[in-house]
């Protein structure tokens, strides 16, 4: 076997290595003043000059949200400012805390998951039509809002364009008029996407969501060749295990949440109004009900109300 002596590396043969370092270095500095992608600004504390937003609190720790054109979380005992959030060149519209996320939509189309504990960005997805949706644009009579009109409406389709559910983990759905889409919330991933049926439209300001479910009606004006109406309503229930369903209804039919599994599915005065179990997928029967099973035994603390009064 032969020997040979390590290579003594004279000034000529060390420039390629030098070049090697200082490219590297460049490179690491220049990632490091790299701009971020979503062009993301998180402070503790910090000023987003927010104003004031109702969100529910899915979680007793939950902070108080403020959105526009940043979110700040504020603690709900001291009122002392715990984070700030922007996003540059975009205005947050709404803030829906899911757990230990804060769930945001901004004016560009884009939606944000941010861990509540540590205000970090847990990710970002950009919604196809959201942005337009929101802005009202291309629709009749939009070039005829005024400034005070425009920020009203986005503020309401904002606030109904995110739902969230908590089984069997925690998930989001975006909805617009053309397209929802389901994420799983831990890292954002896509489980599914839909759209309607031709000559239909979702009805984003009608979704109601449960803890396992999230209702979207549908309406319809397309007809068939001898001219019949194609489903003139219904909705629509997503779940992020994929096991969802289609209920028959008319175009107008107002869902109400009565609980964690619960809704009250109010069809008009010829259908009328039942109650829907959202986690079952189907009609649920009072505890009182002679069809229910053991009818005969009530339940200690009495039988729930199913129907609340309905509101005229």
């Known amino acids: 076997m032969s020997w040979k002596p390590l290579r003594t590396l004279t000034p000529r043969s060390a420039l390629p290595a030098m070049a090697v370092l200082l490219v590297l270095g460049a490179g690491a500095a220049a990632h490091a003043n790299r701009p971020v992608p979503f062009g993301d600004q998180v402070s503790a504390p910090g000023n987003a000059q927010a104003s004031p937003v109702v969100a529910q609190s899915a979680a007793p720790v939950v902070p108080d949200f403020r959105v526009g054109p940043g979110l700040e979380a504020y603690d709900p005992s001291s009122g002392a400012l715990l984070w700030s959030y922007r996003r540059d060149g975009a205005t947050a519209l709404h803030v829906t805390p899911l757990g230990q996320s804060a769930v945001v939509v901004w004016d560009d189309g884009m939606v944000t998951s941010v861990e509540i504990d540590n205000h970090q960005v847990r990710w970002h997805r950009s919604v196809p039509g959201l942005s337009d949706w929101l802005q009202g644009v291309g629709e009749p009579g939009a070039d005829q ?13 904002a606030a109904a364009a995110v739902q969230v559910a908590s089984e069997p ?3 989001v759905q975006v909805l617009t008029p053309g397209l929802t889409m389901g994420f799983r919330d831990r890292d954002g991933d896509l489980r599914f996407n839909a759209r309607p049926q ?5 009805d984003p300001l009608r979704a109601v969501d449960t803890d396992i ?7 319809c004006t397309a007809t068939t060749g001898a001219g019949h109406q194609v489903l003139p309503g219904s909705i629509t229930g997503f779940r992020l295990d994929g096991h969802g369903y289609v209920l028959n209804a008319g175009p107008k039919v107002k869902i109400t949440r009565l609980d964690a599994k619960r809704v ?8 009328g109004t039942r109650v829907f179990d959202t986690d079952q997928g189907a009609s ?4 009182d009900s002679p069809e229910a099973p053991f009818a005969a035994v009530k339940p200690q603390d009495g039988c729930p109300v199913a ?3 309905a509101d005229h």
């Open 145 to 157: 809002r005024t400034d005070a009109q425009r920020e009203q409406l986005e503020l309401q389709r």
């Open 169 to 171: 983990e925690p998930w």
């Open 198 to 202: 031709d000559g239909c439209t979702y």
């Open 213 to 219: 479910a999230v209702l979207v009606p549908r309406s």
């Open 264 to 271: 009250q599915i109010d069809d008009g005065p010829l259908v």
């Open 284 to 287: 649920a029967i009072p505890c």
């Open 307 to 309: 129907v609340p009064a």
